[in-house]
Structure formats: C-alpha cells, structure tokens
C-alpha cells in the first residue's frame, strides 16, 4: 500500500486499501454463482476499482451507525448500501463485509 505507485488516496486509508485490494477487477473470473458466467462482475464495469472503491467507503462512512460490529440490524445498514454498489451480488457482499468489519476504521 505504500508503493510509488499506489494513488495518494489509498495510502491514506488503510480501509480503504483494503477494499480496493480486495475489488475483483472488471472481467476478472469469479467463484460460481447460479445465473451468472464466470467473467461477469458484481459491479459496473464501466467504473474502475479505484473509483468502486472509494464509493465504497464513502457509503460506509455515510450509513455506518456507532457500535454496528456484532448487532445484526446494524449490520445489514451497510450491507444494504454494499448490495446497491454491487450490483444485487449477495455472495460478493459477505464477501467484503467481512473484509471491510476486520477494518478498525470503519
């Protein structure tokens, strides 16, 4: 995250390096998921990761509320803005959610 060619605004935020680390880029093989190839992608390919990601992030910081880690309906607040910014992809979801819990900034 701290290399000369990182963008300025990922080694700002390790929160947000770990999302954009953890985005699949756009054609980018994912695992199986009932209805969909395996190129397709959770989000607009016409975004690119770094811009999905500070998407991301900004909607985390908009809706999370205090104390949300462990409290379900607290929980599901931002998975539900996950769920818009990727494409209704509940697998890719869970996925980031527990990427972006593990993240003390949030």
């Not at 900004?58 to 931002?78: L, M, T």
């Amino acid at each position: 995250g701290q290399a000369d060619d990182t963008p300025a605004e990922l080694k700002a935020s390790p929160g947000l390096r770990a999302i954009f680390g953890n985005l699949r880029q756009p054609g980018q093989a994912r695992p199986a998921t009932p209805g969909l190839s395996d190129v397709e992608t959770p989000f607009d390919a016409t975004a690119t990761t770094l811009e999905l990601a500070k998407q991301i992030d900004a909607a985390i910081r908009r809706v999370r509320p205090n104390g949300w880690r462990g409290v379900q309906a607290k929980e599901n607040i931002i998975k539900k803005e996950l769920w818009t910014l990727l494409n209704h992809d509940v697998a890719e979801v869970e996925r980031l959610f527990a990427i972006i819990k593990a993240q003390p900034e949030y």
